[in-house]
């Protein structure tokens, strides 16, 4: 039997030594989850820990790894939510911040087309009057020169907006094209944004992806409930900078067209009449950080990006002496007046603050304010008493599964039977490893992967065990019926797992949540499998046959 080259040996037995150490830690999940946390809050608290901080973190030593498997939804409990984005929300907006701009260019053309005004028009519609209808060809002529290409594969060569003359009126909206586009981006910016507030809470392994044209599928493990998951992912923090018509303690005023009634947070019942376009808005934020005014108080410092600096600087520039009305999620946080041009694109945001609200005033503003409003269809909290037993049953399961296969390769193969009980439970130990090192989440579907491996992980072992039984009936010598039985089932154990691989694949590119859990195990139980049934049976098998030199082998 001509042995495996010591490299070989090396390698293999240091890979099952790495997938039993980095497998411990799942054994006292609890205690190591626990060190882990307060590992994590230490370090966020800049080394600083308190007496059950310290308790926690002795729970586990330093020096051995602290990765575990993250267990899904299905296993932890949490929430789950079904969101569906309102896309014409983002219409709306960004037809209404065209109007400054529309009104600009038909200014330059006031010669031709007379005097201009904003007609009524539904949301997602721009409509302009002009009294000349003799200019109208200049008209249409300029204000399409505001729109620019849509920046899509499919929308190449046609603009963003589409302008028509209807009478004496344009009608600007948005082109089909660019509202596609637009829904991607609405869509895109609304998982982003939700995946960072959720971050921000340190959830472990959350789920937030697209599903459909505008919904969304939010899961976080380990929440207290749907209603706390609501609450964070519903805050807007929808921040913009209004200019103010005026002032009034009528809740009952009329604001008059194009204008908004607001009220202070501030001052009790005093409202804020303002222009319904911003001037500047939350978009064109780029960083927010808690502070304090030169009073003390706690408040908030802000900073727009280049477009953002420049509108807020001309503003400014042009309006000393007016208010300008800071509005948080339709509320007036504070209306100061202009003092002097502020260039620069900088700011600070005042009001009565403690440093736990600017703190995180601060935080859901850098995180971003949704672009559309969000509808929940679907809500639900997954207590952890469901995960548990679904743990407890996955754990008999395996265990049965573990017995009976066994218990059927020694009845039939004898001591290769029982050599390849052991690399079975190395097998499982290098699965667990694995999706500790990579961070791989655990699901129902997932646990099901791994039973199913147990089953299939010995097919190899049977398939070897077969071979050499064949190559001893043709009075091979047992030390070459061993090498020839790993040789020839090379091929057929290859091919068989390629197969199963491919599908693995197929189901965690196509699939989602419980699916691709189910192919993430399945996939890396294959790659296991075939390691230890070809690998470390072998090196079982060497060392044995090295040690007792038998005359005989009996498979």
């Given at each position: 039997m001509k042995p495996l080259a010591l490299w070989k040996r090396v390698l293999i037995l240091l890979v099952c030594a790495w997938g039993l150490i980095g497998a411990a830690p799942n054994l006292f999940y609890g205690q190591v989850e626990r060190h882990n946390d307060a590992a994590a809050a230490i370090e966020a608290a800049g080394g600083t820990a308190s007496p059950e901080q310290t308790a926690a973190l002795a729970e586990w030593p330093e020096f051995l790894p602290s990765s575990l498997v993250n267990l899904g939804l299905d296993l932890r409990g949490g929430a789950h939510l079904l969101a569906e984005v309102s896309v014409e929300d983002v219409y709306k907006t960004r037809i209404d911040a065209m109007w400054p701009e529309v009104r600009d260019v038909l200014r330059d053309l006031r010669d031709q087309v007379g005097s201009i005004r904003r007609a009524p028009s539904p949301d997602g519609v721009l409509r302009v009057t002009i009294s000349n209808p003799a200019g109208m060809a200049a008209a249409l002529e300029a204000v399409r020169g505001l729109g620019s290409s849509v920046v899509t594969l499919t929308g190449v060569g046609q603009s963003t907006i589409e302008v028509t003359a209807e009478g004496e009126d344009i009608v600007v909206q948005l082109s089909e094209a660019e509202k596609q586009a637009t829904d991607d981006r609405t869509l895109q910016q609304s998982l982003e944004i939700i995946r960072r507030r959720v971050d921000e809470v340190g959830t472990r392994e959350p789920t937030i992806q697209r599903q459909g044209e505008n919904r969304i599928l939010i899961q976080v493990p380990g929440i207290g409930s749907a209603a706390e998951l609501k609450a964070l992912i519903g805050t807007t923090a929808q921040l913009t900078f209004n200019a103010v018509v005026s002032r009034t303690t009528d809740v009952g005023a009329d604001p008059g067209p194009r204008n908004r009634l607001l009220p202070s947070i501030d001052e009790q019942g005093v409202y804020y009449i303002v222009e319904e376009t911003p001037v500047v808005s939350g978009e064109e934020l780029v960083d927010a950080q808690p502070s304090f005014d030169q009073n003390g108080r706690p408040a908030v410092s802000f900073r727009f990006d280049t477009t953002g600096a420049r509108k807020f600087g001309d503003y400014t520039a042009a309006n000393i002496g007016a208010p300008f009305a800071i509005i948080l999620d339709d509320e007036v946080i504070s209306a100061p007046v202009i003092q002097s041009h502020i260039p620069?694109?900088?700011?600070?945001?005042?009001?009565?603050?403690?440093?736990?609200?600017?703190?995180?005033?601060?935080?859901?503003?850098?995180?971003?304010?949704?672009?559309?409003?969000?509808?929940?269809?679907?809500?639900?909290?997954?207590?952890?008493?469901?995960?548990?037993?679904?743990?407890?049953?996955?754990?008999?399961?395996?265990?049965?599964?573990?017995?009976?296969v066994a218990v059927y390769m020694v009845a039939s193969y004898g001591l290769f039977g029982l050599f390849a009980n052991i690399a079975l439970g190395i097998n499982i130990a290098l699965i667990f490893a694995a999706l500790s090192a990579v961070g791989g989440t655990l699901t129902l579907p997932g646990i099901a992967g791994i039973v199913l491996t147990i089953g299939m992980a010995v097919d190899a072992n049977v398939l070897v065990f077969e071979r050499i039984r064949e190559e001893l009936r043709v009075n091979k010598s047992p030390a070459r019926a061993i090498e020839l039985g790993?040789?020839?089932?090379?091929?057929?154990?290859?091919?068989?797992?390629?197969?199963?691989?491919?599908?693995?694949?197929?189901?965690?590119?196509?699939?989602?949540?419980?699916?691709?859990?189910?192919?993430?195990?399945?996939?890396?139980?294959?790659?296991?499998?075939?390691?230890?049934?070809?690998?470390?049976?072998?090196?079982?098998?060497?060392?044995?046959?090295?040690?007792?030199?038998?005359?005989?082998?009996?498979?």
């Open positions: 620069g694109g900088s700011g600070i945001i005042t009001g009565s603050f403690s440093v736990e609200d600017s703190t995180q005033l601060a935080v859901l503003l850098r995180a971003g304010a949704l672009p559309a409003k969000m509808d929940f269809l679907e809500e639900r909290t997954i207590g952890p008493e469901l995960g548990a037993d679904s743990i407890e049953a996955g754990k008999v399961a395996a265990m049965v599964a573990g017995v009976a790993y040789e020839r089932a090379l091929s057929a154990i290859i091919d068989a797992n390629i197969t199963t691989f491919i599908t693995a694949t197929v189901l965690f590119t196509v699939g989602a949540g419980p699916v691709r859990g189910f192919a993430i195990t399945l996939g890396i139980g294959i790659i296991t499998s075939v390691f230890t049934a070809l690998f470390v049976t072998r090196v079982i098998v060497e060392i044995w046959y090295r040690w007792r030199k038998p005359a005989t082998v009996a498979v």
